[in-house]
């Protein structure tokens, strides 16, 4: 008869701890912003909450992968008109996405939120079709990189990727001036050129 009692002491000190216990995990995810259930998931991979697609998009569930242009570079920031410029230089860029050319828009740089004033409506590096066809100007002879015209576009570029899409085990991203290849990425300096400017993303 003793032990029985024991036995269903036993019994019921073991439920009130595990009920204590996943209250207590409740109460921390909760202050943590974290799932119950993710407490007892496990990921294998190194570059968590990431994903790629077979194209090699990346989808990341907490939106906090780095993308370059929420970081400027001031040179983006310069408006300017027609008028005194020390520079106005043309390049050509061509984007490919897994095979598929890209468009890079006509009136990129031009009348935006931050140059809209008249005499003072674009950016150091701007567009006015859609044929890639870069303007690079500058009231002051300075170096330019592309990175800028990332920037000012509002995309992401650099050696870690272009757009939404990040360099993997499957995706890599080559960017050649007439045909050389270029490491410089984003920091390539933009000159007057009949070379083309081309980045592409790709499957290794």
Excluded at 45 to 67: H, L, P, R, T, Y
Aim: with cysteine; glycine share 6%; charged share 25%.
């Amino acid at each position: 008869m003793r032990c029985f009692f024991l036995n269903n002491q036993s019994k019921a000190w073991a439920i009130v701890t595990l009920i204590s216990l996943s209250l207590l995990l409740a109460i921390i995810a909760r202050d943590n912003d974290v799932s119950f259930e993710s407490i007892f998931s496990s990921n294998d991979d190194s570059d968590e909450n990431i994903e790629n697609d077979s194209e090699g998009n990346v989808s990341n569930s907490s939106d906090d992968k780095f993308d370059s242009s929420n970081n400027p570079d001031p040179i983006s920031q310069d408006c300017l008109d027609h008028n005194g410029l020390a520079r106005h230089d043309h390049a050509t860029l061509q984007i490919f996405i897994n095979g598929e050319q890209e468009s890079v828009p006509g009136n990129v740089g031009i009348m935006t939120d931050i140059c809209n004033k008249e005499g003072e409506e674009m950016h150091a590096v701007h567009t006015h079709d859609s044929s890639g066809r870069l303007h690079i100007e500058s009231n002051e002879d300075i170096d330019i990189p592309i990175g800028v015209f990332f920037d000012i576009w509002g995309h992401h570029f650099d050696e870690t990727g272009i757009f939404d899409y990040r360099v993997n085990s499957t995706h890599e991203l080559i960017m050649t001036v007439g045909g050389q290849v270029i490491n410089e990425y984003d920091d390539y300096l933009l000159i007057n050129t009949s070379d083309i400017i081309e980045i592409r993303y790709q499957e290794k």
